[in-house]
Nanobody, 127 residues
Framework: QLRLVESGGGSVESGGSLRLSCRAI????????MAWFRQVPGKARAGVAS???????TYADSVKDRFTISRDSDEATLYLQMNSLEPEDTAMYYC?????????????????????WGRGTQVTVSS
């Protein structure tokens, strides 16, 4: 069993930066693939970035070169560094974990309806 708790969301102006954190509570964190997703009310959940157990990363085209996903195994924490934020990045951001890769889900080629999920942290970017 794994519990995920996100933090770090907030309100920033366009061009600003935020770093999201996701604390994993459970004794098998290192065995999980991790990812960030986001959702706007009335729209489907969308992949942002994923990271495999070996550190391989995948990004959605909309955030490539602006966002960086990373994980700290010692602290059992997943991060998302978000730079050059745009109003279109406004959403609830969710952390996810699974023994299966989220890579295809982040690319929009597969469902993301599996694994463990946090409750989300809100990011609002004003123009």
């Amino acid at each position: 069993q794994l519990r995920l708790v996100e933090s770090g969301g907030g309100s920033v102006e366009s061009g600003g930066s935020l770093r999201l954190s996701c604390r994993a509570i459970g004794n098998t964190y290192g065995t999980f693939c991790m990812a960030w997703f986001r959702q706007v009310p009335g729209k489907a959940r969308a992949g942002v970035a994923s990271i495999e157990r070996d550190g391989t990363t995948t990004y959605a085209d909309s955030v490539k070169d602006r966002f960086t996903i990373s994980r700290d195994s010692d602290e059992a924490t997943l991060y998302l560094q978000m730079n050059s934020l745009e109003p279109e990045d406004t959403a609830m951001y969710y952390c996810a974990a699974s023994v299966h890769s989220f890579r295809l889900a982040v690319l929009g080629s597969a469902s993301s309806d599996f694994g463990y999920w946090g409750r989300g942290t809100q990011v609002t970017v004003s123009s």
